[in-house]
């Protein structure tokens, strides 16, 4: 292909370089408003989020909560063995269901009628790319959906660590294992393998774990892992990771402390976003200090007609955040809805623990910080039914706070089992601008533990 056609014409509408889920998301919509489209993506289909991120991990977090409720089950009198996971077998149907999400996008884009070209792809100029094949290819419109990957600490040794990515590779649970990082992919891997039969030892350079969420219940998180028999080093910087005689792994904090006896070390410090040999700073792309495609509100880059979206960009790092992006930035551009964009405001997330962790809105400091003394905080702390059969020492532990007179919901906390699945409908009031009252004046659903948000006193 020729970059244009004889008379300037493009070769299509619009170029998506990247197949994750945020450049799936961009060429089906731009594809349902009539644009030709084409996509350049080397690896398989569905990025970081099919293949080694949100839909492994949740594969892996079902089987340990499977593995916990079978444990449940013997405390309630049920006459059932240990659980003990078969990795290779579990792991042949977590891929089989990969596969056929692939087998999906694959139709999808066939049925679309999407060019979907298996290489790499870089920019020569604005409005035109080259794939890694020859292939150069033109269109007015470019989204760049790239996405990010795991990183090592700067560290000697760090070699020796593995990374989420190699995770999913596992056929078995490490007998001892180390997990440095207290962000969303430590906490979560620490969970599971704790669960399948590992013992965690979770490393966290700061004071507790999960900073940006809700304090009160990140604490309540550790004490639960506590419990679960996961054990926590707090103000744990790694200096170097070095293999001792025994074979096992030994690491070294700047403090001069140290950590030994590891089977396996798995680091969670971080992501660094796939923004090399794309070409942008020939076209003028302009990236910040991390390497991120800085955006504006409107997914737009520093360049005409060329977007960034998902983990590329200097926005929330989040599988659904990049197909919202994605889809109100195609219907702006082909969709003749000129004011789309997404609201990056009140976005619910959740932290898939043991249990999970999630919140939509405010946290309490963050309230106090914009509203000062018209914070109302509000909590639960309970034992779900099951954990109190069992008498199981987890707790859970919601929280509303709000704000003003009217007491205007600002944030929505929740820390339990069924925490991913009670906020969705929540966030929803949460974003339409509920107030305390419209909690109240809902009827409870009991016995539940989601009923605890509309009895909050």
């Not at 409908?425 to 419209?438: N, P, Q």
Request: hydrophobic share 40%; aromatic share 6%; charged share 20%.
């Amino acid at each position: 292909m020729s970059a244009r056609k004889n008379g300037g014409v493009f070769d299509f509408d619009l170029i998506v370089i990247g197949g994750g889920s945020g450049g799936l998301a961009a060429a089906f919509r731009a594809s349902e408003h009539g644009a030709r489209v084409a996509m350049l993506e080397p690896g398989e289909l569905g990025g970081t989020c099919v293949n080694v991120g949100c839909v492994p991990k949740k594969a892996m977090w079902l089987a340990a909560q499977l593995s916990e409720h079978i444990e449940l089950a013997q405390q309630v009198g049920f006459d059932v063995a240990r659980p003990q996971l078969d990795w290779c077998e579990f792991v042949a149907h977590r891929q089989r269901y990969i596969n056929n999400i692939h087998a999906s996008y694959r139709r999808r884009l066939d049925n679309s009628g999407i060019v979907t070209i298996q290489a790499r792809g870089k920019l020569a100029d604005a409005h035109t790319v080259v794939a890694d094949d020859g292939a150069r290819l033109s269109a007015p419109h470019v989204v760049i959906a790239t996405g990010a990957r795991p990183q090592r600490p700067q560290i000697p040794g760090a070699e020796l660590g593995l990374v989420s990515d190699d995770f999913f590779h596992l056929v078995e649970a490490p007998k001892r294992v180390a997990v440095v990082g207290g962000g969303y992919i430590g906490v979560e891997l620490s969970g599971v393998l704790q669960a399948l039969g590992s013992n965690v030892e979770l490393f966290v350079r700061g004071e507790r774990v999960l900073g940006y969420f809700e304090a009160e219940l990140a604490t309540r998180l550790e004490e639960n892992y506590r419990q679960s028999g996961v054990t926590l080093h707090h103000g744990f910087a790694p200096a170097g990771v070095e293999r001792a005689a025994d074979g096992r792994i030994r690491m070294t904090a700047g403090s001069g402390k140290t950590a030994e006896g590891f089977d396996a070390l798995i680091f969670a410090t971080g992501r660094t976003p796939n923004s090399g040999n794309l070409g942008l700073e020939t076209v003028g792309v302009a990236l910040d200090e991390g390497g991120h495609i800085h955006v504006d509100d409107w997914q737009n880059t520093t360049v005409d007609g060329i977007y960034a979206i998902g983990d590329i960009t200097n926005r929330l790092a989040l599988t659904p955040v990049a197909i919202a992006a994605s889809r109100r930035l195609m219907d702006r551009v082909f969709g003749g809805k000129t004011e789309s964009r997404l609201d990056y405001s009140n976005v619910p997330t959740v932290v898939f623990a043991h249990p999970p962790l999630g919140g939509v809105g405010l946290t309490e400091a963050e309230a106090r910080a914009r509203h000062g003394d018209e914070v109302h905080a509000y909590r639960a702390d309970f034992r779900t039914m099951l954990h109190a059969l069992a008498d199981s020492p987890q707790r859970s532990l919601f929280k509303l706070v709000c704000v003003g007179a009217e007491r205007r919901v600002v944030g929505i906390h929740l820390l339990g089992d069924g925490a991913d699945e009670i906020l969705q409908g929540f966030a929803v009031a949460l974003k339409r601008g509920i107030v305390l009252d419209d909690l109240r004046d809902t009827v409870a659903i009991h016995p539940t533990s989601a009923e605890e948000v509309v009895l909050m006193k």
